[in-house]
């Protein structure tokens, strides 16, 4: 039972444009959301996150976007770069608007960015 | 120390043997979770400490998988008879500001032979 999926395997974009990472959840009890970032043989690592009362948080070239009612979240990348060439994590909980406690990951994205 | 510290980075063992696997968290951080990643799998939870106890240990595969944290501190998970299936990355974390996601450490990579 996959509770937070990410259908892309994998995505490839030129040096400059956008990328634009998708995630679909199926528990409509998740109120949080998160995304990170993860190069070969490192841990992850928090990228940006956003709670349910909103539908939009930016921070630099990263926005991450939520339609409760689409049960659907994506990250934008804008400019993309090469150094953000890893895997991406969408993860979600129900921790009452906070990241405390278990997190639900998906299955990860591999970005490419080619100069 | 500045980051979440897991030793050993990689281990090989034997079916059936037993290891153990640490994880020291940022300084000051209460909450502590344990995770996996399998081969070509995402993050699968396996437990969350606040403190020295486990509010939520749901995440565990079987009776052979165990966790503690001592100090409000260091944890310590342990696979008992390892299995080929056990085979994972396992990776911990700690948090303790709400607002922001945890910090993760590097990992242990465990192959069973």
């Known amino acids: 039972d996959q509770q937070v999926k990410q259908n892309s395997p994998s995505l490839s974009v030129q040096e400059g444009r956008i990328s634009i990472l998708n995630c679909d959840y199926t528990?409509?009890?998740?109120?949080?959301f998160l995304w990170y970032k993860k190069y070969p043989a490192e841990g992850p690592t928090f990228l940006i996150s956003?709670?349910?009362?909103?539908d939009k948080n930016e921070d630099g070239r990263f926005t991450v976007f939520l339609n409760k009612s689409a049960k659907h979240l994506s990250l934008h990348i804008v400019p993309s770069q090469p150094g953000d060439s890893a895997v991406y994590f969408c993860a979600a909980n129900s921790g009452g608007g906070t990241s405390y406690g278990k997190l639900t990951f998906g299955q990860g994205t591999i970005l490419t960015v080619h100069p | 120390g500045a980051g979440v510290s897991q030793s050993p980075s990689n281990k090989v063992t034997e079916k059936g043997k037993d290891v153990e696997l640490r994880c020291d968290p940022i300084?000051?951080?209460?909450?502590l979770y344990w995770y996996r990643q399998s081969l070509g799998q995402g993050l699968e939870f396996l437990i969350y400490f606040q403190g020295n106890s486990a509010p939520d240990k749901s995440g565990l595969p079987s009776d052979r998988f165990s966790a503690e944290r001592t100090g409000g501190s260091v944890s310590t998970l342990t696979i008992q008879r390892t299995q080929q299936e056990d085979s994972a990355v396992y990776l911990c974390?700690?948090?303790?500001?709400?607002?922001?996601?945890?910090?993760f450490g590097s990992g242990t990579r465990l192959t069973v032979v």
């Open positions: 974390a700690s948090s303790q500001d709400a607002n922001y996601g945890y910090t």
């Open positions: 956003i709670s349910s009362i909103k």
């Open positions: 300084s000051g951080h209460t909450a």
């Open positions: 528990n409509s009890m998740f109120d949080y």
